[in-house]
């Protein structure tokens, strides 16, 4: 049950304008009550209400003013995809980290004060149920409630400091929300500190083992134990922590031996809508369609996603009707990636399409192939109140059982303990329609790249291999050299610039990352 969900923001809530770690005029999670907060949140239903609001900045990503999805925006980045859209100056951002020269007034604005926002709303959580809920069955308070509610928000800051470790590496990090007395300003922390407070706060959770497995039916969207470890095993990778290797082998394990989880046998199944929640999935974001109101003031309302829309071809028109005519033409797949995949490889076509010749209006770095996973499909906005362009029914899938297994076979290669890292790399080319290929470092990242294009996850792959100095370089794929990438990554660019505002705010508490030395 779709709508049952957690799903965008709640009604009651007062929504404001996101702001950055270092603004005095933080976001709010205000009651639509005459109530102070005091008073409001003594309950489990108010308790309850804060806990989704928590949730609530996850679906933000793909909208505002940067348009940064986290399954989108990293694809443009790596080797697989353009940038594309209606020309050079369509969406400049996308193009200045394309070309790894983006300025300070372009630097993913919106996916800072998002997870800022985020982290936020989740100490606001801890902070109701420690100084407000009454502590009596009358309010619908116990311990047991309370450690879950606290195991799963602290989870979730973990995921919104996560994105912005990602991207910026030095950051401020805070477990409680800053205020006057601190003049709104955070403590900027090096990236390793920052890996490590991450890295703690899950192990905290993990320890504590009191959030469930597998999420009910009409509870799906929430964070379950398996969520955790794959955060916990996607941190510790990036980090190349051998160290935790092993704990991180080991949480893999147990969801490979688990019998709630599993490969689905046809891979083009897990995309439509009727394919979200399969046994495949261990996390999804939830967006509907139904009732949905984005509209282009503010996307922070409740409401389906616009990364249909961003990888639709433009003008499209509809001949084959399933896709409509409202696409944007963003991300782009290089022709290189197409005929990179393997003969017989049924990901090829799940995850790519090229429509006719004709069919559409080319557009900025168009290939002919455009990113079929999250398609503007009809059938997935029909419902939508709001305009359709900005709400489709497509969950983002996060975190996918095909990862737990190569995530696994990479650990065991890499030196993190026994297990059977060809059995289950070859697991994953079975189901993809291909033979065995031996269990090498370079194939099973090889095998990501194929497995989840257009999920987000090969630019980070890339740079913790090491690998972006020798992949992200000028090309000539396209005949118009302007539109090529026209700079190399180098190592200090691993980390965005912060914005100019960002550093203006923080009174000379945030030193600028080295992106332009």
Known sequence: MKLNKILMAVSLLALGGAMTSCDSEWLEILPNTEDTIE?????????????????????WFDYANNYCGL???PEVLADQCYPGGGDANDMAQWKGVYNFNVSTSQVLTTNWENAYSGVKRCNDVIFYMNNYWVKDAAHGWTQEKEDYYKSQVVALRVFFYNILWHWWGNIPYYSENLSASNGYTGVQYPHDEVYEFLVQDLEGIIAADNLE??????????????????????????QNDESRFGKCLDYMKEIINSSDYGLVEDYASIWPVEGEWC?????????SSFQANRGWSWGGVAGG??????????????????????????????????????????????????????????????????????????????????????????????YRYSEVLLNAAELAVRGGG?????????????RAGLGSKPATLA?????????????????????????GET???????????????QQSYTANKKYLPFSQSTIDRSNGSITQNPYYN
């Open 39 to 59: 008073v409001y949140y003594t309950n489990d239903a108010k308790i309850q209400e804060a806990l989704t609001a928590a949730y609530d900045p996850m679906h």
């Open 71 to 73: 399954n989108i925006y």
């Open 213 to 238: 497995w597998k999420a009910k039916e009409d509870e799906e969207g929430h964070v379950t134990m398996p969520f955790v470890y794959m955060l916990y095993t996607e941190i510790v990778m990036y």
């Open 279 to 287: 046994k495949e999935s261990i996390f999804e974001i939830n967006y």
């Open 305 to 398: 996603t616009v990364v249909p829309a961003m990888i639709g071809p433009r003008g499209y028109d509809g001949r084959d009707g399933i896709h409509n005519g409202n696409g944007w033409g963003f991300g782009t797949v290089r022709k290189s990636c197409y005929n990179s995949f393997e003969e017989g490889d049924v990901r090829r076509d799940a995850s790519i399409w090229a429509p006719e010749p004709g069919s559409y209006n080319p557009a900025y770095q168009d290939t002919g192939y455009f990113l079929a996973k999250y398609a503007p499909m009809d059938i997935n906005n029909k419902d939508a109140t709001g305009d359709k362009t900005l709400n489709y029914n497509n969950n983002l899938r996060l």
């Open 418 to 430: 026994s297990g059977d890292a060809q059995g289950w790399l070859d697991q994953v080319r079975s």
């Open 443 to 467: 194939n099973i990242l090889d095998e990501r790249k194929f497995e989840f294009l257009g999920e987000g996850k090969r630019y980070w792959d890339i740079l913790r291999s090491g690998l």
């Open 471 to 485: 992949l992200l370089v000028p090309d000539n794929e396209l005949d118009d050299p302007t539109m090529n990438r």
